[in-house]
Structures are given as structure tokens and as C-alpha cells.
Nanobody
Framework: QVQLVESGGGLVKAGGSLQLSCAASRNIFTPYEMGWYRQAPGDQREVVAT???????VYADSVKGRFTISADSAKNTVYLQMSSLKPDDTAVYYC???????????WGQGTQVTVSS
């Protein structure tokens, strides 16, 4: 069984920065794509950013230019550097890893990010 362990969430003022980290508890699969999603109260979960094993990153329009996703595939770890944070970024952030095999589909437990105005 693989668990994704997230860290780095918290409370920050608008304009501030936070870095989220997510590491797999066991390196028994090869990640094909890693990413971050978020869910605000009353909203559906939405993609924030994803990155492939080859390093290709895709961002939601709402975070382009402010957030940067990076990964260490050898360590099955993914990061999200968030800058110029806005109150609208307040949500629970979830990391996700999809392995080459369909059965390797893992989600983190979520970490709260709160941005005060």
C-alpha cells in the first residue's frame, strides 16, 4: 500500500508564499504524472498543476505565473511553490500520482491552505 504524505499548508496573508510537498511512502511504482488539485468549500475539486515524468507541466489559468510545480521522480516527490497568493487560492490542496500501471493511482489526504486578505 502506498500513501502520499503532504506537508507545507497553512495560513498566509495575501501576497505571501507557501511551498507544498508530497512524498510517496514507498517507491514501489513509477510515476507517469504527478499533480496538485484543490477543493474549496462548496466547489468541485479542480486541477491546479500537473507534471509528467518527462517534465512537461500544465497549469490552471488561475495560477499561471504564480505557481510552479516541480518533481523528483527518483524520490516520488512533487512540490508546488505558490507565490502572490490570493484569498481565492484558499482551499484544501491534494496531491496525486498516477503510475504507468492503471492500478497505481494515489491521492494524498489533503492539506489546508488559507489566504487572508
Amino acid at each position: 500500500q502506498v500513501q502520499l504524505v503532504e506537508s507545507g499548508g497553512g495560513l498566509v496573508k495575501a501576497g505571501g508564499s507557501l511551498q507544498l510537498s508530497c512524498a510517496a511512502s514507498r517507491n514501489i511504482f513509477t510515476p507517469y504524472e504527478m499533480g496538485w488539485y484543490r477543493q474549496a468549500p462548496g466547489d468541485q475539486r479542480e486541477v491546479v498543476a500537473t507534471i509528467t515524468r518527462g517534465g512537461s507541466a500544465v497549469y490552471a489559468d488561475s495560477v499561471k505565473g504564480r505557481f510552479t510545480i516541480s518533481a523528483d521522480s527518483a524520490k516520488n516527490t512533487v512540490y508546488l511553490q505558490m507565490s502572490s497568493l490570493k484569498p481565492d487560492d484558499t482551499a484544501v490542496y491534494y496531491c496525486h500520482m498516477q503510475g504507468i500501471l492503471a492500478r497505481d493511482d494515489y491521492w494524498g489526504q489533503g492539506t489546508q491552505v488559507t489566504v487572508s486578505s
